[in-house]
């Protein structure tokens, strides 16, 4: 196992070459940032989105150009997402012989850990994470999960519920606002409930933060992705007409961007948007990322209502794994080129 990068910014005082992000790959060039333009990622009022119209439609224009938004009116309280924070950060805080009783395998997502390596040519990104299936309850490996901070289990059980009510509603808007059943993307999940991951990522301080990225520029396998931020660091950038634009920090809100499977049952319309991680010399950040999406066993594509003789089906149906997903994650490639038609 590799040391964890919270042990590397503590202790070494040259970047591990595994680190350095290389100017010619796809996306390589960290400094490329559109920092001096305004950031307008949109900002949508859930609490709106069953009855107004013109709410549906500012949530349709997000999601078609730049595939997420800041969700505000989410109906979680600010003072339980500062909990959720916090039990992260005190996880986070632990000593590295604590934190290791929670470390992955080392070929398994499930647990503790940096960069699960696949390739000697892998480039690291600057940040350690804890990973874990939270839905459905039953695949909870729950060893991996922190028994210190004390309420650490129920706070995220209680967070990830919250999160799976939002995220009915967002389905539904998104469908209303193509005129399309309220169903139709929920339907894919088949008979069960969603599949939710929670990814607690935690980015040290970094001498060299004009050479590595926090996390490479990827976009996510969910359906739907809900980024708690750090109340106070940025960093995160999306990349929208060849730019990359910072996500800023809107009080309160939540980060939602559309996934490769939304994107699949879109049929193209709905964008699954390519961000990645800044990370800086000062501060810590940590956020938390969860994934929601259908259980793997039932295949997703295209919803028929969206194919036409004018707006032919552009992916085909596919069983849309975890493993599926990292296999091309892993090497800075992205899963949805391999389900176009
Ligand atoms: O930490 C962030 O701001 C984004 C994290 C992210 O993109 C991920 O966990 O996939």
């Known amino acids: 196992m590799n040391l964890q990068v919270q042990d590397i910014a503590a202790h070494c005082e040259q970047l591990p070459e595994r680190f350095i992000r290389k100017q010619d790959e796809e996306y390589g060039n960290v400094t490329n940032s559109n920092a001096s333009s305004p950031a307008k990622i949109p900002v949508i009022d859930v609490s709106l989105l069953t009855s107004s119209h013109l709410e549906l439609d500012k949530l349709k224009t997000a999601i078609t150009t730049w595939g997420c938004f800041q969700a505000i009116n989410h109906g979680i309280e600010g003072s339980f997402l500062d909990k959720v924070r916090e039990v992260s950060r005190l996880f986070f805080d632990l000593s590295a012989e604590e934190k290791k009783k929670y470390l992955r395998e080392e070929n398994d997502l499930e647990g503790y850990g940096n960069d ?43 967070y990830c519920s919250k999160i799976e009510l939002i995220n009915q509603v967002i389905l539904k808007a998104m469908a209303r606002s193509l005129n399309l059943e309220d169903n139709c993307f929920s339907d894919q999940y088949g008979t069960t409930n969603s599949k939710m991951f929670a990814r607690f990522n935690y980015y040290p301080p970094c001498p060299w933060p004009d050479k590595v ?4 520029p990827h976009a996510d ?110 090497h800075g490639k992205r899963t949805i080129d391999a389900c176009k038609i």
């Open 221 to 330: 396998g969910s359906a739907v992705t809900f980024l708690l931020q750090d109340k106070e660091v940025e960093g995160l950038q999306v990349l929208k007409d060849g730019q990359w634009f910072g996500v800023p920090i809107v009080p309160d809100a939540l980060t939602i961007n559309v996934g490769d499977q939304i994107e699949i049952m879109s049929n193209g319309i709905f964008k699954s948007p390519v961000h990645r991680v800044l990370v800086n010399t000062k501060n810590q950040r940590i956020t938390l990322a969860v994934f929601c999406m259908p259980q793997t066993e039932k295949d997703i594509g295209p919803v028929e209502g969206l194919i036409t003789d004018g707006t032919p089906r552009l992916y085909k149906n596919v069983t849309y794994s975890r493993d599926f997903f990292f296999q091309n994650y892993q």
């Open 213 to 216: 990225l926090g996390v490479k």
């Open 116 to 158: 699960m390596v696949l390739s000697d040519h892998q480039i690291l990104d600057w940040t350690d994470r804890l990973y874990l299936t939270v839905f459905p309850k039953h695949q909870r490996m729950l060893q991996f999960w922190p028994k210190n901070p004390t309420d650490f289990r129920e706070v995220v059980d209680d």
